[in-house]
């Protein structure tokens, strides 16, 4: 942009603030910020793009061997995935396997697309 094409910004008056509006509903902030807590974490985010990369299902013990952590820890990552709801689970005997949901928001899957 040349230095001719800029917009002059208005006089401030001293003391009075200019209200932006606001760009996002409540709920969709709620929604959005959720969803970035949950992968914010270091091994959840590595977690989705692993399963953003699968054609299949991917086992919990297949994640415990990845990243050298317990079951239990593995687990309580999927379970904030899930709570965020980005993945879903499905058993096999003694086995849980993950993928991400089928049915996620364009918005969610916008998100974890740009992740990769």
């Known amino acids: 942009m040349a230095t001719t094409d ?3 910004m208005a006089e401030r008056e001293r003391g009075v603030c200019c209200v932006p509006p606001r760009r996002l509903r409540t709920r969709k902030v709620a929604q959005l910020s959720e969803l970035l807590k949950a992968i914010a974490d270091p091994t959840r985010l590595e977690m989705v793009a692993i399963l953003t990369a699968a054609e ?11 990243f050298g952590l317990s079951q239990p820890t593995v687990s309580h990552h999927m379970a904030r995935l899930r709570e965020a709801g980005i993945v ?19 918005a969610t899957r916008r998100i974890i697309e ?3």
């Not at 086992?59 to 061997?65: E, N």
Request: with cysteine.
């Open 56 to 66: 299949e299902p991917v086992c919990v013990c297949d994640f415990v061997a990845t």
């Open 88 to 106: 879903e689970c499905e058993k096999r005997g003694i086995w849980a396997f993950y993928r991400l949901r089928r049915d996620l928001p364009a």
């Open 6 to 8: 800029l917009i002059p």
């Open 114 to 116: 740009a992740l990769g």
